[in-house]
């Protein structure tokens, strides 16, 4: 069975900095590409960041690019998502979810939350 | 960017109802476009691929269409669990989403 597990939200200061993790199982991790999204209180959904297999290539969204930076550990079937220079906005829970082979978006972990907040 | 518009943003129905909603991309995504269900606290869940494969496990009473700009999500006769909300997705791009239509008792 897929099972993608995120960790590491909480509650953070503006202009902080946060490490989120994601681990995979039921799958063979390194052959997918992976992705994050995240969705403010209330709001819809926002694609974040993609990583492709072997680390490259790699995409962020404009709201992001520059603060936020994705990594994969395949060793370690984990997903990560380094934020720095956090803000108001960035509030949201973030998922983690999987490209298939498809193409398409098949698999979601069950979300962290992230509250950026003095 | 491609951006994607979903109509309606709210939709009331009854139980045994057909209700169809619709989502349109500023530029051609030719059929690489998901469908998707979000309860409340819970992660999105695949519903349509390619425009119009319903994933594994889907009811059949879910069908998508459409090519290039415009789609459809076609639910045709709901039941009491569909009661969510639905996004659109385009993947021919890096990726982004519609914004959403929240699907109501009437």
């Known amino acids: 069975e897929v099972q993608l597990v995120e960790s590491g939200g909480g509650l953070v200061q503006p202009g902080g900095s946060l490490s989120l993790s994601c681990a995979a199982s039921g799958f063979a991790f390194s052959t997918f590409s992976m992705i994050w999204v995240r969705q403010a209180p209330g709001k819809g959904l926002e694609w974040i960041s993609y990583?492709?297999?072997?680390?490259?290539?790699?995409y962020y969204a404009g709201s992001v690019k520059g603060r936020f930076s994705i990594s994969r550990d395949d060793a370690k079937n984990s997903l990560y998502l380094q934020m720095n220079s956090l803000r108001d906005e960035d509030t949201a829970v973030y998922y983690c979810?999987?490209?298939?082979?498809?193409?398409?978006?098949?698999?979601w972990g069950q979300g962290t939350l992230v509250t950026v907040s003095s | 960017d491609i951006q994607m518009t979903q109509s309606p943003s709210t939709l009331s129905a009854s139980v045994g109802d057909r209700v169809t909603i619709t989502c349109r991309a500023s530029?051609?995504?030719?059929?690489?476009l998901a469908w998707y269900q979000q309860k409340p606290g819970k992660a999105p869940n695949l519903l349509i691929y390619?425009?119009?494969s319903l994933e594994s496990g889907v009811p059949s009473r879910f069908s998508g269409s459409g090519s290039g700009t415009e789609f459809t999500l076609t639910i045709s006769s709901l039941q009491p669990d569909d009661f969510a909300t639905y996004y659109c997705?385009?993947?021919?791009?890096?990726?982004?989403f519609g914004q959403g239509t929240k699907l109501e008792i009437k």
């Open positions: 990583i492709s297999t072997r680390s490259s290539p790699i």
């Open positions: 997705q385009q993947y021919n791009s890096y990726y982004s």
């Open positions: 390619k425009a119009s």
């Open positions: 530029q051609s995504i030719s059929t690489w």
């Open positions: 979810a999987r490209v298939g082979q498809r193409l398409d978006v098949d698999y």
